[in-house]
């Protein structure tokens, strides 16, 4: 009836559809093999095996686990399955009522096989008990040698089919064809995609560079080895002008350090009326930030193609005419007194000292980038604006397996779409198309509070802030009106570290932020109770109440957050899983309402909000 | 001169720009005395009989399992390409509703899709920022796909529309989030013309949508998020040969009329507007009142043959046929029995303009036609 209603493809759809949805699928425990009713395990088994069962409907069946036959109870066997699966008890003697006083594996067997087994050439007389394996190699029972192959005389194949006996086939389910394709999916299942859950993954947007959640990304595409040679080509330039970057803003910081302490040492001198100075010129006077000539000449050159912002066009020839000018830079005692003191260069980014520490290294024109530099690399982004990541929970820590056990736990499959929001234009239009994803997660990074960037026309912004008109953009998106949204507080180690020097109250939207710090801190984790939450931990908390308040001041819902460490895989499987479970409770539509709920990954739980 | 200094003058020439061009709009509101309804109810003419028999659903192609973004007809032969959330191309042959071609896409966010003028490739676009172009006629890899025979990449931003320059196989125009449009040479990937941009005045929003004139295919105009429209002249990609005001929301579709001296824009703010391209004035409004519900926004326009009439594509399923000289709606295609149950994202007319295809979020495209004696206007 549906055939003539509709085309082929949707009862095809549709046929699809009530076989496998849940209420129509086969109970276990009707199914009874060997005389005891199956479990739910059982079953599976039975179904994800390499040749399962055809056609099982509720009722008795026998199994032969070595050989793998298997049949109705009280018949015949009708199919070969695969062997040695644990189901069902042990196999009676009376399971195909057979009554020729011939054994297979236990079974007394049917007229019809010991038909098969005379045309096989197989002894039968006198009552032998065989043992067959699942190869078809059978033994007499108590005897070693193999006495031959009941299918591999040519013609049984034949034979089996008139006397209508199954002979073994090629295994129909290879686990290797249900591994799910990375980036897209050969065939658009068009049933999976109603069990297929989107995440959408939004980040802050800043300048380009450091503002995408790259984390969360690049952790799950550095895994997966996404590279190509060409990109990773263009990694590599791109770390080593990152480099250069670094180095440049390192000689910048210099300059200004030698002005400082030059002109408070000709404060001291002009103070001090019994000096002679004669000429001011401050080639008399060192300092511990003055370098040599032949490096002065060098960094002010580079400074220049820095801020002519031809730095690219340098490439690669710098690497190689002047690898050995930084070599002898970064050992120079003044570049070393300037490192120490980078905390005070507020253009260098916190990263900058995992690449400057090795940046003899990295400036070869040899360097190979390895996973974890490409990781903290800025600016390194995928060729495009959207990469999409399908995956099936549960993940462990090499989650580049894919557990083909799962796919029978529930056909769940999460679809995590990575957007690079600069790439895509200011305005969100292009969010319309998201308006079936099932959560939103939007990333802030949290050391962002105290650095600024350039915005579209032109000013300089608070990060922090710029993340926050976004969130609001984002949040208030007509697109989005039902919609949940997960905020992932990023980059939590880097910012214990950095609310320690700097004080959260740089950005002014966390002007109200006083921490009640108690006299006795202690540095580092410590899984006491009684230990009072480090200020990273207290300003942690701070934020993302500033961020649910807004949210709910917005839209007048809640706001899930989760706070993710810097590059710990835990971490990040930790809000994900978090994410799962919003999902989860959506559908169970709970009967409390969540008002300030957070979950932390860090265990300090003393301090009262 | 100091940053200081600069700043002043920026102000005061940002100033001196904003009131030119209030004097603009007051020098256009006195010269624009009517709009063409008026003109025309005052001639005496009367809305042409539109009934719901004669425009018909004869055809459903269904095939696709998402929304459907976009769809394009051939020049001829009576073919139509569309594009869907599923990351599928299909090439459907409208008279008998077989699926020609299904092309699976590499980027699954595709947001438009165009046919050659020769029928022989479509092209495709979406959020990857690329625009891939695909010859139906090379031969499939292993898998039965089709391969792509050229990525035109450059943009920085999505491309949300394309068109091919009519009766040229190898140029084609996108619009983009990056706020440009471009006209691409095919042959060699390249870009030859960049419209808009960082340095150049062009929209100050993403573009949605452009549209080629059919008479003069040297210009071609460009709605965006700005609110605007602008008409730009291809030999000239410095600026726009001028700016249309008047919508009040994004400009979601812009589409020339017939004879290519109007063209007609759609909007966020659910009015359509018809422009005059040599004199820059709008000439007519065409909204309807929709009481305190939301106001359904536009999603896509297409002209029928002669003119006469418009067909307005809405969020809320509705499609309205409008009769363009006064400015009434004479049919509603959303309310006839097998119409569309979601929002309609695009719409367009064969090339002898003898039928209407529509594409809507329910996953369906569905051809209209002139039924019976009707004739085609």
Known sequence: MLKRLLNNLEVRQIMKAEKLSEANQLPPEYVYVNGEPLCHEELDVLKACSNPPKKMKPGNYWYDKVSGLWGKE??????????????????????????????????EITKVELRMLQLAGVQCAGNPHFWVNEDGSYQEEGQKNTKGYIWGKAGM????????????????????????????RSVPDYLEQRTLLKLLLVGSSGSGTIGEPWMIRQRFFINLSLFTEDERENIKLT????????????????????????????????TDETEHIGSKSNTNCQTIYSIGPRLKAFSDWLLKTMVSGNLEAIFPAATREYAPLVEELLKDEAIRATYKRRNELEMLPSVSSYFLERAVDILRTDYEPSDLDILYAEGVTSSNGLACLDFSYPQSASDDKYDTEDQHDTLLRYQLISVHARGLGENCKWLEMFE???????????????????????????????????????VTHPTFEQMD?????????????????????????????HPVVSRHRSNSSSNSINTSPSLGQLGAHYMAVKFKRLYSSLTGRSLYTSVVKGLEPDSVDAALKYAREILKWDEEKPNFSLTEYSMYSTEASSYSP | MSVSELKERHVAAIETVNSLREQLKQKRRLLLDTDIA????????????????????????????????????????NKIVSASQDGRLIVWNALTSQKTHAIKLPCAWVMTCAFSPAGQSVACGGLDSVCSIFNLNSPTDKDGNLTVSRMLS?????????????????????????????????????????????????????????????????????????????????????????????????????????????FGTGSDDGTCRLFDVRTGHQLQVFYQQHGDDEIPHVTSIAFSISG???????????????????????????????????RISCLGLSADGSALCTGSWDTNLKIWAFGGHRKII
């Not at chain 1, 990333?443 to 802030?465: A, R």
Request: with cysteine; hydrophobic share 35%; proline share 3%.
């Open chain 1, 74 to 107: 009280g018949q015949k066997p009708s199919q070969i399955i695969s062997p040695h699966l644990n189901v069902g008890g042990p196999i009676k003697a009376n399971a195909s009522s057979g009554n020729t006083e011939v054994f297979i594996n236990g079974r």
């Open chain 1, 157 to 184: 194949k034949l034979v089996c089919a008139f006397l209508s006996l199954p002979v073994p086939s090629k295994p129909s389910n290879s686990c290797g064809e249900q591994v799910n394709s990375l980036i897209s």
């Open chain 1, 239 to 270: 770390i080593q002008s990152n480099v250069y970057g670094y180095l440049g803003i390192l000689l910048e910081g210099r300059d200004r350090f030698e002005e400082e302490s030059l002109a408070a040492v000709t404060k001291e001198q002009s």
């Open chain 1, 436 to 474: 079936d994803v099932g959560m939103v997660i939007f990333c802030v990074s949290m050391n962002d509070y105290d650095q600024f960037t350039v915005d579209g026309n032109g000013l300089s912004t608070n990060k922090m802030l710029l993340s926050r008109k976004f969130f609001e953009s984002i």
């Open chain 1, 485 to 513: 949204f997960l905020l992932i507080l990023n980059k939590f180690d880097l910012f214990e570290e950095k609310i320690e020097r700097a004080p959260l109250t740089q950005c002014e939207w966390f002007d109200d932020f």
């Open chain 2, 38 to 77: 008026g003109y025309a109810r005052e001639q005496g003419r009367n809305p042409v009989s539109f009934g719901p028999t004669d425009l018909v659903c004869c055809r459903i192609l269904q095939g696709h399992t998402g929304k459907v973004y976009s769809l394009d007809w051939t020049p001829e032969k």
């Open chain 2, 154 to 262: 450059g943009h920085k931003g999505y491309v949300s529309s394309c068109q091919y320059v009519p009766d040229e196989d190898t140029h084609l125009i996108t619009s983009s989030g990056d706020k440009t449009c471009v006209l691409w040479d095919i042959t060699t990937g390249l870009r030859t013309s960049v419209f808009g941009g960082e340095f150049q005045s062009g929209h100050t929003a993403d573009v949605l949508s452009v549209s080629i004139s059919r008479s003069n295919s040297r210009m071609f105009v460009s709605g965006s998020c700005d609110s605007t429209a602008r008409l730009w002249d291809t030999r000239v990609a410095s600026r726009a040969v001028r700016t249309f005001h008047g919508h009040e929301g994004d400009v979601n579709t812009v589409k020339f009329f017939p004879d290519g001296n109007r």
């Open chain 2, 308 to 342: 006469r009439l418009l067909f307005v594509g809405y969020s809320n399923g509705d499609c309205y046929v409008w009769d363009t000289l006064l400015a009434e709606v004479v049919l509603n295609l959303g309310s006839m029995h097998n119409s569309h149950e979601a």
